[in-house]
């Protein structure tokens, strides 16, 4: 069962437009709810909400994103047998919507009910789908907080990510020589032809420990023209050393220079790191009470590693962090569902979390 607070709240955020840079409807829902707890919330200049509750012990951080990928619309979903669906005209938006409302309804209830808990440092940030932009530059030094909880979407809900990828995007900008293909052919060069012919390392690699692809291609100027101009967009996901990392780019690199060089025309390649890897220890205090809360229950915890991105990658140099997953299923599109039971035992098993954790 579930909480009807719980699924209320979900449903007024999904029904809130938010995409990644505009979040400031999300935001002020976020501070409005806060508000009512009577707990001061502050922007940082990123554009984060910052809230904290005092408490006794070790300062934790609980997260979660208010941004979702396009279209990213408010809607009013559908609960069928107890999950939450899109009503088809949009992405549901629990990525990452049933993070919000987990750490809201925790916080709710450590309040209403006088739960014993920790300082709490409640950060909601901005652009996490477009490069955690918004975690990259929080510093936990002020709140003196050096562990805490991501609640994204990875898994099945409670499982805890052990391993991220390090995500490094990539741009391709390939140039040829234009003109009507009813003319003279001799002095063209397509630019798609460039991209046709290079043999770059590609798809799943090294027993999937390394995944490349290229997602958006665009360029050209009109049907009867020979494409002078493409860009490509891709990515480089790694569980692999630096130096493999490295050897991949390099390769990249060089087969798109040497062809549309060799073709007669030219190819510039730029990379960005987008998320560094990370491993997430099993003897880590955080995780270890987390693993005691579950066993008092008779479950188990798991890990699991993903390619899939989130604040953690920008949190871990300085914090331990980890990753909960939030049982989200077929995220960033239109068959977007959550099932709302698991979500409210996420919420019971921090609740038993920060009594521990407050103990200790």
Same mark, same amino acid.
């Given at each position: 069962?579930?909480s009807q607070r719980l699924y209320g709240t979900l449903v007024e955020l999904v029904g809130i437009p938010s995409t990644s840079s505009h979040e400031e409807q999300i935001r002020h829902y976020l501070e409005h709810q806060l508000a009512a707890l009577?707990?001061?919330?502050?922007?940082?200049?990123?554009?984060?909400?910052?809230?904290?509750?005092?408490?006794?012990?070790?300062?934790?951080?609980?997260?979660?994103?208010?941004?979702?990928?396009?279209?990213?619309?408010?809607?009013?979903?559908?609960?069928?047998?107890?999950?939450?669906?899109?009503?088809?005209?949009?992405?549901?938006?629990?990525?990452?919507?049933?993070?919000?409302?987990?750490v809201l309804e925790i916080v709710k209830r450590v309040i209403e009910q006088r739960l014993p808990h920790p300082p709490l440092v409640l950060l909601f940030t901005v652009k996490e789908e477009v490069g955690m932009c918004g975690a990259v530059g929080f510093d936990g030094t002020?709140?003196?907080?050096?562990?805490?909880?991501?609640?994204?979407?990875?898994?099945?809900?409670?499982?805890?990510?052990? #391993?991220?990828?390090?995500? @490094? +995007? &990539?741009?391709? =900008?390939?140039?040829?020589?234009? $003109? !009507?293909?009813?003319?003279?052919? *001799?002095?063209?060069?397509?630019?798609?032809?460039?991209?046709?012919?290079?043999?770059?390392?590609?798809?799943?690699?090294?027993?999937?420990?390394?995944?490349?692809?290229?997602?958006?291609?665009?360029?050209?100027?009109?049907?009867?023209?020979?494409?002078?101009?493409?860009?490509?967009?891709?990515?480089?996901?790694?569980?692999?050393?630096?130096?493999?990392?490295?050897?991949? #780019?390099?390769?990249?690199? @060089? +087969? &798109?220079?040497? =062809?549309?060089?060799?073709?007669? $025309? !030219?190819?510039?390649?730029?990379? *960005?790191?987008?998320?560094?890897?990370?491993?997430?220890?099993?003897?880590?205090?955080?995780?270890?009470?987390?693993?005691?809360?579950?066993?008092?229950?008779?479950?188990?915890?798991?890990?699991?590693?993903?390619?899939?991105?989130?604040?953690?990658?920008?949190?871990?140099?300085?914090?331990?962090?980890?990753?909960?997953?939030?049982?989200?299923?077929?995220?960033?599109?239109?068959?977007?569902?959550?099932?709302? +039971?698991?979500?409210?035992?996420?919420?019971?098993?921090?609740?038993?979390?920060?009594?521990?954790?407050?103990?200790?």
């Amino acid at each position: 069962m579930y909480s009807q607070r719980l699924y209320g709240t979900l449903v007024e955020l999904v029904g809130i437009p938010s995409t990644s840079s505009h979040e400031e409807q999300i935001r002020h829902y976020l501070e409005h709810q806060l508000a009512a707890l009577g707990l001061t919330s502050t922007v940082d200049s990123a554009g984060n909400l910052l809230a904290t509750l005092p408490g006794d012990g070790k300062a934790l951080l609980l997260n979660a994103h208010m941004d979702r990928v396009p279209p990213g619309l408010g809607h009013t979903p559908v609960l069928r047998d107890g999950v939450l669906y899109s009503d088809g005209t949009t992405n549901l938006g629990a990525d990452d919507a049933a993070g919000l409302v987990i750490v809201l309804e925790i916080v709710k209830r450590v309040i209403e009910q006088r739960l014993p808990h920790p300082p709490l440092v409640l950060l909601f940030t901005v652009k996490e789908e477009v490069g955690m932009c918004g975690a990259v530059g929080f510093d936990g030094t002020p709140w003196h907080v050096t562990d805490g909880i991501v609640f994204d979407n990875a898994f099945e809900a409670g499982v805890v990510v052990s #391993k991220g990828a390090t995500y @490094e +995007a &990539f741009d391709v =900008t390939i140039t040829g020589h234009t $003109g !009507h293909p009813g003319k003279d052919l *001799s002095h063209t060069v397509s630019a798609l032809e460039i991209f046709r012919a290079t043999d770059y390392p590609r798809g799943s690699l090294a027993h999937d420990q390394t995944r490349i692809n290229i997602g958006r291609i665009s360029g050209g100027s009109a049907r009867n023209a020979i494409p002078d101009r493409i860009v490509l967009e891709g990515e480089l996901r790694s569980f692999e050393t630096d130096e493999m990392r490295q050897a991949y #780019k390099q390769q990249i690199r @060089e +087969a &798109f220079e040497q =062809t549309a060089q060799r073709l007669g $025309g !030219h190819a510039e390649v730029h990379f *960005s790191t987008h998320a560094k890897g990370y491993t997430i220890s099993e003897d880590e205090p955080l995780l270890q009470t987390y693993k005691d809360v579950l066993e008092r229950r008779g479950a188990q915890l798991q890990l699991q590693p993903t390619f899939i991105g989130s604040d953690t990658s920008s949190f871990r140099p300085t914090m331990r962090v980890f990753t909960l997953s939030t049982g989200v299923v077929n995220e960033h599109s239109f068959e977007e569902y959550v099932a709302l +039971a698991p979500l409210e035992q996420v919420v019971q098993d921090m609740l038993q979390l920060l009594h521990i954790w407050n103990t200790r």
